[in-house]
Protein backbone atom coordinates (compact mmCIF):
# COMPACT_ATOMS: atom_id res chain seq x y z
CA UNK A 1 0.00 0.00 0.00
CA UNK A 2 1.10 3.41 -0.87
CA UNK A 3 -0.33 5.36 2.53
CA UNK A 4 -3.45 7.41 1.21
CA UNK A 5 -5.55 4.22 0.42
CA UNK A 6 -7.69 4.73 3.38
CA UNK A 7 -7.91 8.38 3.15
CA UNK A 8 -10.21 7.72 0.24
CA UNK A 9 -11.66 4.72 2.35
CA UNK A 10 -12.55 6.68 4.83
CA UNK A 11 -14.29 9.65 2.81
CA UNK A 12 -16.46 6.51 0.77
CA UNK A 13 -17.32 6.04 4.59
CA UNK A 14 -17.85 9.80 5.44
CA UNK A 15 -20.36 10.19 2.47
CA UNK A 16 -22.11 6.71 3.04
CA UNK A 17 -20.84 5.57 -0.08
CA UNK A 18 -20.69 2.02 0.78
CA UNK A 19 -22.07 0.69 -2.52
CA UNK A 20 -20.72 -0.74 -6.33
CA UNK A 21 -21.07 3.62 -7.13
CA UNK A 22 -19.91 6.46 -6.05
CA UNK A 23 -16.64 9.14 -5.85
CA UNK A 24 -14.02 6.47 -5.59
CA UNK A 25 -15.30 4.78 -8.31
CA UNK A 26 -15.56 7.62 -10.85
CA UNK A 27 -12.73 9.30 -9.44
CA UNK A 28 -10.62 5.65 -10.18
CA UNK A 29 -11.97 5.47 -13.39
CA UNK A 30 -10.91 9.20 -14.28
CA UNK A 31 -7.33 8.54 -12.93
CA UNK A 32 -6.94 5.69 -15.37
CA UNK A 33 -7.90 7.07 -18.44
CA UNK A 34 -5.56 9.97 -17.41
CA UNK A 35 -2.86 7.43 -16.91
CA UNK A 36 -3.57 5.82 -19.84
CA UNK A 37 -4.55 8.28 -22.60
CA UNK A 38 -5.04 8.24 -25.94
CA UNK A 39 -9.14 8.57 -25.64
CA UNK A 40 -9.65 5.50 -23.14
CA UNK A 41 -12.70 5.42 -21.82
CA UNK A 42 -12.56 3.22 -18.57
CA UNK A 43 -14.66 0.85 -16.37
CA UNK A 44 -14.13 -0.21 -13.13
CA UNK A 45 -15.39 -3.66 -12.68
CA UNK A 46 -15.11 -6.39 -9.81
CA UNK A 47 -12.15 -8.54 -11.12
CA UNK A 48 -10.46 -9.16 -14.78
CA UNK A 49 -12.16 -12.24 -15.29
CA UNK A 50 -15.45 -9.81 -15.36
CA UNK A 51 -13.77 -7.02 -18.00
CA UNK A 52 -12.34 -10.45 -20.15
CA UNK A 53 -16.11 -11.70 -20.17
CA UNK A 54 -17.99 -8.26 -21.20
CA UNK A 55 -15.22 -7.60 -23.41
CA UNK A 56 -16.09 -10.60 -25.63
CA UNK A 57 -19.77 -10.08 -25.62
CA UNK A 58 -19.02 -6.92 -26.54
CA UNK A 59 -17.00 -8.02 -29.44
CA UNK A 60 -20.28 -9.77 -30.29
CA UNK A 61 -18.68 -13.66 -29.30
CA UNK A 62 -21.77 -16.27 -28.81
CA UNK A 63 -22.99 -19.57 -28.34
CA UNK A 64 -20.11 -22.11 -30.68
CA UNK A 65 -17.97 -18.92 -31.83
CA UNK A 66 -14.33 -19.66 -31.96
CA UNK A 67 -11.97 -17.63 -30.31
CA UNK A 68 -8.32 -17.79 -30.92
CA UNK A 69 -6.02 -17.46 -27.30
CA UNK A 70 -2.57 -16.96 -26.31
CA UNK A 71 -2.02 -20.33 -24.65
CA UNK A 72 0.64 -19.38 -22.66
CA UNK A 73 -1.23 -17.83 -20.59
CA UNK A 74 -3.17 -17.88 -17.14
CA UNK A 75 -6.85 -19.52 -17.35
CA UNK A 76 -8.97 -16.31 -16.84
CA UNK A 77 -7.68 -15.10 -20.26
CA UNK A 78 -9.76 -18.23 -21.77
CA UNK A 79 -12.52 -18.77 -19.15
CA UNK A 80 -14.75 -16.46 -20.13
CA UNK A 81 -14.87 -18.19 -23.53
CA UNK A 82 -16.28 -21.18 -22.18
CA UNK A 83 -18.83 -19.10 -20.03
CA UNK A 84 -20.40 -18.04 -23.09
CA UNK A 85 -20.10 -21.14 -24.75
CA UNK A 86 -18.18 -20.40 -26.81
CA UNK A 87 -14.77 -22.34 -28.32
CA UNK A 88 -11.49 -21.64 -27.30
CA UNK A 89 -8.64 -22.81 -29.79
CA UNK A 90 -5.53 -22.45 -28.31
CA UNK A 91 -2.05 -20.45 -30.08
CA UNK A 92 1.22 -20.95 -29.60
CA UNK A 93 4.21 -18.35 -28.40
CA UNK A 94 7.30 -16.71 -29.87
CA UNK A 95 10.31 -17.01 -28.23
CA UNK A 96 11.05 -13.19 -27.94
CA UNK A 97 8.14 -11.33 -25.86
CA UNK A 98 6.74 -15.33 -24.86
CA UNK A 99 3.48 -13.96 -26.46
CA UNK A 100 1.30 -14.44 -29.37
CA UNK A 101 3.29 -15.81 -32.10
CA UNK A 102 2.14 -14.41 -35.42
CA UNK A 103 3.17 -16.62 -37.80
CA UNK A 104 1.31 -19.40 -35.76
CA UNK A 105 -1.71 -17.10 -35.50
CA UNK A 106 -2.31 -16.35 -39.01
CA UNK A 107 -1.57 -20.11 -39.95
CA UNK A 108 -4.72 -20.70 -37.28
CA UNK A 109 -6.32 -18.49 -38.74
CA UNK A 110 -6.75 -19.51 -42.89
CA UNK A 111 -6.84 -22.61 -41.09
CA UNK A 112 -10.19 -22.07 -39.36
CA UNK A 113 -11.34 -19.65 -42.18
CA UNK A 114 -10.97 -22.77 -44.18
CA UNK A 115 -12.86 -25.06 -42.27
CA UNK A 116 -15.62 -21.98 -42.40
CA UNK A 117 -15.25 -21.11 -38.75
CA UNK A 118 -13.86 -17.58 -38.68
CA UNK A 119 -12.72 -16.70 -36.10
CA UNK A 120 -14.72 -13.92 -33.84
CA UNK A 121 -12.05 -12.65 -31.60
CA UNK A 122 -8.32 -12.72 -30.13
CA UNK A 123 -7.00 -13.04 -26.93
CA UNK A 124 -3.73 -11.49 -26.83
CA UNK A 125 -1.71 -11.44 -23.51
CA UNK A 126 1.52 -9.53 -21.97
CA UNK A 127 2.28 -11.97 -20.43
CA UNK A 128 3.89 -10.68 -16.96
CA UNK A 129 4.38 -7.29 -18.16
CA UNK A 130 6.16 -8.34 -20.97
CA UNK A 131 4.00 -6.49 -24.42
CA UNK A 132 3.16 -8.93 -27.54
CA UNK A 133 4.37 -8.09 -30.46
CA UNK A 134 1.98 -5.26 -31.40
CA UNK A 135 2.67 -4.35 -34.80
CA UNK A 136 2.43 -8.05 -35.95
CA UNK A 137 -0.67 -8.84 -34.64
CA UNK A 138 -2.68 -5.76 -35.12
CA UNK A 139 -1.79 -5.80 -38.90
CA UNK A 140 -3.59 -9.63 -38.51
CA UNK A 141 -5.96 -8.28 -36.82
CA UNK A 142 -6.82 -5.71 -39.72
CA UNK A 143 -5.65 -7.85 -42.90
CA UNK A 144 -8.73 -10.60 -41.45
CA UNK A 145 -10.57 -8.34 -39.80
CA UNK A 146 -10.91 -9.68 -36.73
CA UNK A 147 -11.16 -7.41 -33.02
CA UNK A 148 -8.23 -8.15 -30.38
CA UNK A 149 -9.25 -8.26 -26.96
CA UNK A 150 -6.35 -7.33 -25.19
CA UNK A 151 -5.20 -8.69 -22.06
CA UNK A 152 -3.16 -6.45 -19.73
CA UNK A 153 -3.91 -7.99 -16.61
CA UNK A 154 -0.09 -7.47 -15.76
CA UNK A 155 0.69 -4.81 -17.39
CA UNK A 156 -0.56 -2.04 -16.46
CA UNK A 157 2.76 0.65 -16.25
CA UNK A 158 4.01 -1.53 -19.42
CA UNK A 159 4.56 0.44 -22.75
CA UNK A 160 5.15 -0.93 -26.51
CA UNK A 161 6.53 2.39 -28.49
CA UNK A 162 5.99 4.75 -26.18
CA UNK A 163 2.18 3.86 -25.96
CA UNK A 164 0.53 2.03 -22.63
CA UNK A 165 -0.39 -1.53 -22.13
CA UNK A 166 -4.08 -1.46 -22.49
CA UNK A 167 -4.60 0.70 -25.14
CA UNK A 168 -3.65 -1.27 -28.41
CA UNK A 169 -6.85 -4.09 -28.39
CA UNK A 170 -10.47 -2.66 -29.82
CA UNK A 171 -10.67 -3.84 -25.80
CA UNK A 172 -8.50 -3.85 -23.51
CA UNK A 173 -8.73 -5.38 -19.87
CA UNK A 174 -6.78 -4.56 -16.67
CA UNK A 175 -6.91 -6.90 -12.71
CA UNK A 176 -6.26 -5.29 -9.85
CA UNK A 177 -6.45 -8.72 -7.90
CA UNK A 178 -3.90 -8.86 -4.76
CA UNK A 179 -1.14 -10.32 -6.59
CA UNK A 180 -0.89 -7.34 -9.55
CA UNK A 181 1.10 -4.34 -10.01
CA UNK A 182 -1.55 -2.48 -8.07
CA UNK A 183 -4.62 -3.75 -6.16
CA UNK A 184 -7.72 -3.08 -4.99
CA UNK A 185 -8.12 -6.45 -2.98
CA UNK A 186 -10.18 -7.43 -6.06
CA UNK A 187 -10.77 -5.55 -8.99
CA UNK A 188 -10.45 -5.05 -12.82
CA UNK A 189 -11.23 -2.68 -15.63
CA UNK A 190 -12.50 -2.69 -18.98
CA UNK A 191 -10.83 0.08 -21.80
CA UNK A 192 -12.32 0.89 -24.56
CA UNK A 193 -12.17 3.03 -27.23
CA UNK A 194 -15.13 5.09 -27.47
CA UNK A 195 -17.66 6.52 -24.45
CA UNK A 196 -20.61 4.35 -25.91
CA UNK A 197 -18.70 0.94 -25.60
CA UNK A 198 -17.51 1.82 -22.20
CA UNK A 199 -21.50 3.26 -20.90
CA UNK A 200 -22.66 -0.51 -22.61
CA UNK A 201 -20.06 -2.09 -20.18
CA UNK A 202 -21.27 -0.46 -17.17
CA UNK A 203 -25.02 -1.14 -18.20
CA UNK A 204 -23.75 -4.97 -18.43
CA UNK A 205 -21.99 -4.68 -15.47
CA UNK A 206 -25.02 -3.52 -13.44
CA UNK A 207 -27.95 -6.10 -14.02
CA UNK A 208 -28.72 -4.55 -18.01
CA UNK A 209 -31.40 -2.23 -16.38
CA UNK A 210 -33.38 -0.37 -19.26
CA UNK A 211 -33.93 3.26 -18.65
CA UNK A 212 -37.44 3.31 -16.65
CA UNK A 213 -38.86 4.38 -13.42
CA UNK A 214 -39.04 0.55 -12.56
CA UNK A 215 -37.04 -2.41 -13.26
CA UNK A 216 -37.23 -2.77 -16.47
CA UNK A 217 -34.90 -5.53 -18.36
CA UNK A 218 -34.67 -6.02 -22.66
CA UNK A 219 -31.16 -8.22 -21.79
CA UNK A 220 -29.22 -10.59 -19.61
CA UNK A 221 -27.22 -8.32 -17.28
CA UNK A 222 -24.31 -8.86 -14.80
CA UNK A 223 -22.98 -7.94 -11.49
CA UNK A 224 -19.84 -7.07 -12.39
CA UNK A 225 -19.09 -3.51 -10.85
CA UNK A 226 -16.56 -2.45 -8.44
CA UNK A 227 -17.21 -1.64 -4.69
CA UNK A 228 -16.73 2.64 -3.91
CA UNK A 229 -14.95 0.67 -1.37
CA UNK A 230 -12.31 -1.08 -3.48
CA UNK A 231 -12.14 1.98 -5.94
CA UNK A 232 -10.89 3.89 -2.74
CA UNK A 233 -8.09 1.44 -2.71
CA UNK A 234 -7.27 1.84 -6.46
CA UNK A 235 -7.05 5.63 -6.25
CA UNK A 236 -4.31 5.45 -3.29
CA UNK A 237 -2.46 3.13 -5.78
CA UNK A 238 -2.33 4.90 -9.16
CA UNK A 239 -0.58 7.51 -6.76
CA UNK A 240 2.43 5.05 -6.52
CA UNK A 241 1.99 3.05 -9.68
CA UNK A 242 5.17 4.81 -11.28
CA UNK A 243 7.61 3.81 -7.84
CA UNK A 244 5.83 0.06 -8.09
CA UNK A 245 7.07 0.21 -11.43
CA UNK A 246 10.26 1.31 -11.08
CA UNK A 247 11.03 -0.98 -7.75
CA UNK A 248 9.83 -3.96 -9.89
CA UNK A 249 12.15 -2.59 -12.78
CA UNK A 250 15.19 -2.50 -10.37
CA UNK A 251 13.98 -6.15 -8.98
CA UNK A 252 14.89 -7.44 -12.82
CA UNK A 253 17.87 -5.50 -12.97
CA UNK A 254 19.27 -7.26 -9.28
CA UNK A 255 18.71 -11.14 -10.82
CA UNK A 256 20.03 -9.90 -14.11
CA UNK A 257 23.57 -9.00 -12.10
CA UNK A 258 23.20 -12.18 -10.00
CA UNK A 259 22.92 -14.57 -13.30
CA UNK A 260 25.23 -12.67 -15.51
CA UNK A 261 28.25 -14.85 -14.77
CA UNK A 262 25.73 -18.13 -14.58
CA UNK A 263 26.39 -20.31 -17.76
CA UNK A 264 23.15 -21.37 -19.05
CA UNK A 265 20.60 -19.25 -17.58
CA UNK A 266 18.47 -16.39 -19.10
CA UNK A 267 16.56 -13.80 -17.54
CA UNK A 268 13.50 -12.00 -18.98
CA UNK A 269 14.30 -9.18 -21.09
CA UNK A 270 12.87 -6.50 -23.17
CA UNK A 271 12.81 -7.94 -26.90
CA UNK A 272 14.01 -4.64 -28.12
CA UNK A 273 14.07 -0.58 -27.57
CA UNK A 274 10.80 0.00 -28.69
CA UNK A 275 9.41 -2.23 -25.48
CA UNK A 276 9.14 -1.18 -21.91
CA UNK A 277 7.89 -4.07 -19.48
CA UNK A 278 6.69 -3.31 -15.87
CA UNK A 279 8.79 -6.49 -14.81
CA UNK A 280 5.48 -7.38 -12.86
CA UNK A 281 7.09 -11.13 -12.92
CA UNK A 282 10.74 -11.53 -13.31
CA UNK A 283 11.30 -14.74 -15.27
CA UNK A 284 14.36 -16.80 -15.51
CA UNK A 285 15.10 -20.10 -17.97
CA UNK A 286 17.74 -22.56 -17.05
CA UNK A 287 19.02 -24.76 -20.06
CA UNK A 288 18.73 -28.30 -19.94
CA UNK A 289 22.20 -29.09 -20.85
CA UNK A 290 24.31 -26.45 -18.30
CA UNK A 291 26.08 -29.38 -16.79
CA UNK A 292 25.66 -30.57 -13.21
CA UNK A 293 21.78 -31.28 -13.41
CA UNK A 294 20.58 -27.87 -12.73
CA UNK A 295 17.61 -27.18 -13.76
CA UNK A 296 14.37 -25.01 -12.87
CA UNK A 297 12.72 -27.80 -10.00
CA UNK A 298 16.01 -28.21 -8.75
CA UNK A 299 16.52 -24.22 -8.32
CA UNK A 300 12.47 -24.41 -7.20
CA UNK A 301 13.46 -27.24 -4.25
CA UNK A 302 16.28 -25.64 -3.28
CA UNK A 303 15.16 -21.89 -2.85
CA UNK A 304 11.84 -23.72 -0.90
CA UNK A 305 14.46 -24.67 1.35
CA UNK A 306 15.36 -21.14 2.41
CA UNK A 307 12.15 -20.51 2.99
CA UNK A 308 11.53 -18.41 -0.40
CA UNK A 309 9.15 -19.14 -2.81
CA UNK A 310 9.65 -18.83 -6.46
CA UNK A 311 7.16 -20.58 -8.86
CA UNK A 312 7.08 -22.39 -12.47
CA UNK A 313 5.44 -20.15 -15.24
CA UNK A 314 2.22 -20.61 -16.69
CA UNK A 315 1.12 -24.32 -17.69
CA UNK A 316 -0.05 -23.58 -21.46
CA UNK A 317 -3.89 -23.64 -21.39
CA UNK A 318 -3.90 -26.89 -24.49
CA UNK A 319 -1.94 -28.91 -21.44
CA UNK A 320 -4.62 -28.53 -19.29
CA UNK A 321 -6.68 -31.03 -18.44
CA UNK A 322 -9.99 -28.70 -18.66
CA UNK A 323 -9.25 -27.69 -21.96
CA UNK A 324 -7.73 -31.25 -23.19
CA UNK A 325 -10.14 -31.16 -25.99
CA UNK A 326 -9.82 -27.85 -28.20
CA UNK A 327 -7.41 -27.59 -30.70
CA UNK A 328 -4.33 -25.87 -30.83
CA UNK A 329 -1.73 -24.31 -34.01
CA UNK A 330 1.65 -24.07 -33.36
CA UNK A 331 4.80 -25.98 -32.23
CA UNK A 332 6.16 -26.62 -28.81
CA UNK A 333 7.80 -22.91 -27.47
CA UNK A 334 5.25 -22.32 -24.71
CA UNK A 335 5.53 -26.07 -23.39
CA UNK A 336 9.79 -25.80 -23.36
CA UNK A 337 9.16 -22.39 -21.96
CA UNK A 338 6.63 -24.08 -19.25
CA UNK A 339 9.13 -26.67 -18.96
CA UNK A 340 12.54 -24.65 -18.43
CA UNK A 341 11.45 -21.50 -16.49
CA UNK A 342 10.86 -20.13 -12.82
CA UNK A 343 9.20 -17.33 -11.61
CA UNK A 344 11.41 -15.57 -9.13
CA UNK A 345 10.05 -13.32 -6.23
CA UNK A 346 9.42 -10.12 -7.28
CA UNK A 347 7.16 -7.88 -5.24
CA UNK A 348 7.16 -4.18 -4.93
CA UNK A 349 8.48 -4.65 -1.26
CA UNK A 350 11.83 -6.87 -1.29
CA UNK A 351 14.34 -5.52 1.18
CA UNK A 352 17.73 -5.58 1.14
CA UNK A 353 17.62 -8.73 3.88
CA UNK A 354 15.61 -10.46 1.18
CA UNK A 355 17.67 -10.04 -1.34
CA UNK A 356 20.89 -11.07 0.72
CA UNK A 357 18.87 -14.43 1.44
CA UNK A 358 17.65 -14.54 -2.70
CA UNK A 359 21.51 -14.21 -3.92
CA UNK A 360 23.10 -16.76 -1.04
CA UNK A 361 20.41 -19.13 -2.02
CA UNK A 362 21.08 -18.75 -5.75
CA UNK A 363 24.87 -19.04 -5.29
CA UNK A 364 24.90 -21.85 -3.33
CA UNK A 365 22.59 -23.70 -5.47
CA UNK A 366 24.35 -22.94 -8.80
CA UNK A 367 27.70 -23.45 -6.79
C1 LIG B 1 -4.86 -11.93 -13.12
C2 LIG B 1 -5.11 -12.22 -14.55
C3 LIG B 1 -6.40 -12.22 -15.10
C4 LIG B 1 -7.64 -12.13 -14.27
O1 LIG B 1 -7.76 -11.06 -13.44
P1 LIG B 1 -8.62 -11.19 -12.07
O2 LIG B 1 -8.75 -9.76 -11.65
O3 LIG B 1 -7.80 -12.02 -11.14
O4 LIG B 1 -9.92 -11.80 -12.42
C5 LIG B 1 -6.53 -12.40 -16.46
N1 LIG B 1 -5.47 -12.60 -17.25
C6 LIG B 1 -4.22 -12.64 -16.77
C7 LIG B 1 -3.09 -12.84 -17.72
C8 LIG B 1 -3.99 -12.47 -15.41
O5 LIG B 1 -2.75 -12.54 -14.93
Partial sequence: MGGTEQDYIKEAFNGNWIAPLGPNVSGFEADIEIYLGNNTYV????????AIHLGLILLGVKRDDEVLCQSFTFSASANPIVYLGAIPVFVDSEP???NLCPNALEHAIK???AAGKKPKAIIAVHLYGMPYKVREITQLSIKYNIPVLEDSAEALGSSYNGRPCGTFGDIGV???NGNKIITTSAGGALIANSKSLRDKAVYLSTQARDDAPHYQHSEIGYNYRMSNICAGIGRGQMIVLEKHVALRRAVNTFYKDIFR??????VS???DSTCHSNFWLTTIIIEGNNGGGKDAEGLRVALLNDN???RPLWKPMHLQPAFKDCLYYGGSVSEDLFKRGLCLPSGSNLTDDDKKRIYAAISTYFN
Fill in 96 to 98: DSW
Fill in 308 to 310: IES
Fill in 269 to 271: AEF
Fill in 174 to 176: LSF
Fill in 111 to 113: SRI
Fill in 261 to 266: NVNGVS
Fill in 43 to 50: AALSSGTA
